[in-house]
């Protein structure tokens, strides 16, 4: 199993994410720098981790999103590699054009950080085949542009075509029909803002993120 983690200026759970990729495969993933032109041949897996890359200026995750290595990002992305961008990962995802929808402020214009429970709006994804359909998981949230929009259009298309993956039970921070994580067309890119890197560790308050690199990094039963 070949995996990497995306690392740029700000990024602040490259090393969560590497600790979660481990846990789960027993390898250690490459860690491969935003300035990098090509990722590694032959990967199953790439994480674009949270953090505050360049400081949230512009947009959160807009000058990531034009590092050199997005480049290769798109093409593996475009070749069906699977890839997962958690909270700063996804707004590199959606400023890079690889997802649907945009990360706006959050509605009560404050941070939030707090163990969110989500629903596993679908199973039938191989990010989520781990879970039960309308699983309710506990997932950390930490990030001040997390409310998720899209125009009504591109809503009920992505809905339609089961690309929504994970909803707030609790909407934290204002996302159009409570929306925590999309998938794109083909399914093979996930971008969502709760941090299940976080919770891989009983000893870090909860284990349901487990389930998730599970079934991504092809290790269910
Ligand atoms: N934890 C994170 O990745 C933070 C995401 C982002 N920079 C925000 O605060 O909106």
Wanted: hydrophobic share 40%.
């Amino acid at each position: 199993m070949k995996t990497a983690v995306i690392v740029f200026h700000g990024s602040n759970c490259d090393r969560d994410a590497a600790t979660a990729i481990e846990a789960v495969t027993g390898h250690a993933p490459a860690m491969v720098w935003h300035e990098e032109t090509e990722l590694p041949e032959g990967l199953d897996f790439v994480m674009v981790p949270g953090g505050f890359s360049y400081g949230d200026y512009l947009r959160s995750g807009a000058v990531a999103a034009r590092s050199p290595i997005v480049n290769d990002l798109k093409k593996k992305a475009e070749a069906g590699v699977p890839m997962l961008g958690v909270c700063n990962g996804f707004q590199i995802l959606t400023e890079a054009g690889l997802l649907d929808g945009t990360l706006m402020r959050n509605a009560s214009l404050h941070f939030v950080c707090e163990k969110a429970p989500l629903l596993v709006e679908t199973a039938n994804t191989r990010f989520t085949r781990g879970y039960a359909d309308r699983k309710e998981i506990v997932i950390p949230v930490a990030h001040h542009d997390g409310n998720y929009f899209a125009d009504e259009a591109t809503l009920d298309r992505i809905e339609g075509e089961g690309q929504v993956v994970f909803r707030y039970a609790n909407n934290p921070n204002g996302s159009a029909r409570d929306i925590a994580g999309v998938t794109n067309a083909a399914g093979n890119v996930l971008g969502m803002m709760p941090h299940p890197e976080r919770a891989v560790d009983a000893d870090h308050g909860g284990t349901d993120g487990l389930a998730l690199f599970e079934s991504v990094l092809g290790k269910l039963s």
